[in-house]
Structures are given as C-alpha cells and as structure tokens.
C-alpha cells in the first residue's frame, strides 16, 4: 500500500511539474510574441489565426499608461509602440503642453495619452472606428483617468450624417474614403458612422479653451477644418494635421486664408504643424 502511494504521490508531482512548466513556456512565448509583434516581426499573423492564442491579452506600457491589447487587436494598434514613432511631432507636442487638446482620429490614443502625461486638463478624443476607441476606452478605464471624454464619431464637416467607413486590417487606415485603402489587400469590411462637426463639440461640451487639435483622419481633413469655422475663430488653436496629398494644396491653402504658418513636414513625411501668426512665438 505504501508503494502505491508513493507511486501515486510521484506521478501527481511529475504531472503538478509539467503543468508548471506548460503554464511558463506559454507565459513565456506570449511575452516574446508581444515583444516580437512591436518589432515588426510576423508572429502576430500566425497568433491571429489561432482561435485561443488570438483572444490571449498582452500587457504594454504607453508613457507610463497600461494597456490590455487582446492579440487579435495587434494588428490594429502594434506601431504605436516603437519608440522612434512620430519622434519630431511627439517633441514638438511635448515643448507645447497643450492644457485643453482634441484629438481627432484618436485611434488607440497615442496623443491623448501623451497629452495626459504633459498635465492637460481635459482631454476629448474622437474616432470613428469602433475598434481602435475601444482599445483606448479600455486604457482609459485600467489607469482610471477621469479627464479624457471618447466620443464615437467621425468628425466632418456637417453633422448627423451617416457615412461608410472603410475598415482596414493595417493600423489606422481605416477611411470613409475607399481610395485611401488597398481594398485587395487590407480591406476588412465597412461599419456605418455618424459624423460630428468640431465646432458642435466645442458647443456640447461648452468648451471655452482649445489649445491643439490633432487630425489624422485618413483623406477627411479638408472635411474636418471646414466644420471648425468657430473653433479656429475663436480659440485659435495650433493644429497637428496629416496632410494627404491630395488635399495639400487645398489644406495649406485653407490654413493661410485663416492667418496660420506651417511648419514641416515632419518626422512622418504627411505631418504638418499650423501655428497661428499670432502664437509663432511658441514654437
């Protein structure tokens, strides 16, 4: 009987050790998967096809904020997190401590967080896609900030329309415009939006500062500047905008009608600082 027992004593310790090692080298291809997706590797192709690794959450630190990125997610979000990412841009936001921002085509919020991070007071962030809002809903959520408002929108030059927006499987390229997609390529489906102007979320809100609004909204930035008429009027904010190049001439030709400098392009070859004339003094 005796022998039995340690017989059976042994086989539940070798079993209790395999189990410990399985549940280690998991934990440890996880953590290396993480590591090699925000390197550019290909494993994140390979976990996505995989029913119970692809719903697996990894752990990242953006400016000292958690995110809880589910591996399906990677794709979506992954280039936020190399630290050359918009490395001119992050500077010049980071000397201008913008106190009230907008961030317009937030996607999982890499601005936002960044602006947090530099002691701004309130913080809205707007999207029109569901997924990337909801990566940052959740980040927002995990470290508990209370002075960031996320609203579900594609910002546009009139409001309570309903758009189409293209959704791409790379990393914010989702577009209301189809042309600004390989749609044999990254195409991931379409969602329907409902479109805000900026100038009613300054009302809704009763905003009464706006230091810097960012814009990177895929092919829609003229839209967006044409639904700002009070907000540039009145506050006069520094704009970070993604110029594509088929509004460029239109874009700077806009910003100059309205008093503003350029600055640019910077680290990202579509991105262009506008300064009001009055305010070239800050940067």
């Known amino acids: 009987m005796k022998l039995i027992r340690n017989s059976i004593f042994r086989s539940a310790s070798f079993c209790s050790r395999i189990i410990i090692i399985g549940i280690e080298l998991t934990r440890a291809f996880i953590k290396r998967l993480g590591t090699l997706t925000i390197a550019g590797k290909n494993w994140i192709d390979f976990a996505c096809r995989v029913p119970i690794i692809r719903k697996l959450p990894l752990s990242f630190k953006l400016f000292g904020y958690r995110y809880i990125i589910f591996i399906s997610e990677m794709p979506l979000c992954y280039f936020v997190f190399y630290?050359?990412?918009e490395k001119s841009e992050t500077e010049l936001v980071r000397?201008?401590?913008p106190k009230v921002f907008i961030d317009v085509g937030s996607h999982m919020g890499y601005y936002t967080m960044l602006v947090h991070k530099l002691g701004a007071e309130k913080i809205i962030a707007v999207d029109a896609d569901a997924r990337t809002l909801r990566i940052?809903?959740?980040a927002i959520a995990v470290n508990k900030l209370k002075n960031i408002i996320t609203i579900h929108r594609a910002v546009f030059d009139k409001s309570n329309v309903t758009l189409k927006l293209h959704l791409s499987t790379i990393a914010g390229r989702s577009s209301v415009f189809s042309e600004y997609l390989n749609l044999?390529?990254?195409?991931?489906?379409?969602s329907i939006v409902k479109t805000i102007t900026l100038d009613e979320i300054t009302h809704a809100l009763k905003l009464e500062r706006i230091d810097m609004v960012k814009i990177d909204v895929e092919g829609a930035e003229y839209n967006v500047l044409w639904g700002a008429n009070h907000?540039?009027?009145?506050f006069r904010?520094?704009?970070l905008v993604e110029v594509k190049s088929k509004n460029q001439e239109d874009i700077f030709k806009f910003f100059r009608a309205n008093r503003y400098k350029v600055l640019g392009p910077l680290t990202f070859p579509e991105n262009y600082l506008f300064i009001p004339v009055e305010r070239d003094y800050m940067v």
């Open 184 to 190: 044999k390529n990254e195409y991931g489906g379409a």
């Open 83 to 85: 630290p050359e990412f």
């Open 231 to 234: 907000v540039i009027n009145r």
């Open 95 to 97: 000397r201008l401590k």
């Open 136 to 138: 940052l809903t959740r």
């Open 237 to 239: 904010p520094i704009f």
